[in-house]
């Protein structure tokens, strides 16, 4: 909530932004990803058959490098910290596992593959830009404690090398193909702005206009549908998932024939999980 509290409050109430909780993005992340490769990893961890099993468990790290990760509302990165976070604590139980028979490694910097350039984000102000790079190198230096802990050596990663990649820009205008290439390897996350249809912004009202283009009733819909849209045209023909946290007069009244209708029928998706509605707990 400190990163989020730079923005003063007619700038929220202007874009629409909302801090989200940790046990929001937690309902994103675990049910978009996290839940899966978790369940990967028990499954590897319990083979019997040694060679096997570290054969396997090589694969799955470089799986956790391979996969990369979109908000396409970043904010401060609350959804990229803590998606980095889970990934990185995933690879460190993957490499005490292992490396459970030895003492230490030769070269722990080799070890650790898992890093802050698999995090891609579009924030549409600069000082929350800013604010996510550096929270993203926080959550960093902090797994990096993690490590040399659990392994007795020091790990850090300087000078700093990779970096997140945050691009500053109205996501509803951009081309998301622009910031990441879709590929299988990739998720989509975040809490895109909330903003009621009667309390848009003359430039949301433009961005919906654009977003959506003629389509009957595209009036009576709530500012974070255009993420829905643009998101639908990112993954078509593609496995690439996406969730977002979002309001739930999208999924009921006016709105949900409308939004759902255009989804279903020209874009094709499919709805892999839904949470229930739940109390909105924020700043």
Not at 134 to 139: I, N, Q, S, T
Not at 140 to 166: K, T, Y
Not at 226 to 241: L, M, P, T
Request: a neutral charge; one cysteine or more.
């Amino acid at each position: 909530s400190l990163f989020q509290g730079i923005m003063d409050d007619q700038t929220r109430r202007q874009r629409g932004a909302h801090y989200t909780s940790e046990r929001d993005i937690m309902k994103v992340v675990r049910s978009l990803f996290l839940d899966d490769l978790r369940a990967e990893l028990a499954g590897i961890k319990n083979d019997s058959r040694k060679g096997h099993r570290k054969a396997r468990l090589e694969e799955f790290h470089a799986k956790l490098r391979s996969l990369r990760f979109l908000d396409p509302a970043c904010g401060c990165g609350n959804f990229l910290v803590l998606g980095y976070r889970e990934l990185r604590l995933l690879e460190l139980e993957m490499l005490r596992e292992l490396y459970v028979d030895e003492q230490q490694f030769l070269d722990i910097r080799q070890a650790i593959r898992v890093d802050v350039d698999q995090f891609f984000g579009i924030e549409y102000a600069e000082w929350p830009r800013r604010i996510a790079e550096v929270a993203m190198w926080l959550m960093d230096h902090q797994m990096n404690q993690r490590v040399s802990e659990a392994f007795g050596a020091s790990f850090e990663r300087l000078p700093l090398q990779n970096s997140p990649h945050i691009v500053q820009g109205n996501a509803l205008q951009l081309d998301w193909r622009s910031v990441l290439s879709p590929a299988a390897n990739v998720f989509v996350m975040g809490n895109p702005p909330f903003v009621g249809k009667h309390l848009m912004t003359s430039e949301q009202e433009a961005d919906m206009a654009g977003v959506w283009g003629d389509l009957h009733g595209a009036g009576l819909l709530d500012y974070v549908t255009g993420w829905y849209r643009k998101a639908a045209a990112y993954i078509e023909g593609s496995q690439i998932r996406a969730a977002f946290v979002s309001t739930n007069s999208i999924t009921q009244g006016e709105q949900a024939g409308i939004l759902w209708t255009e989804l279903f029928n020209r874009w094709h998706v499919k709805i892999h999980f839904a949470h229930r509605t739940f109390p909105w707990k924020s700043e």
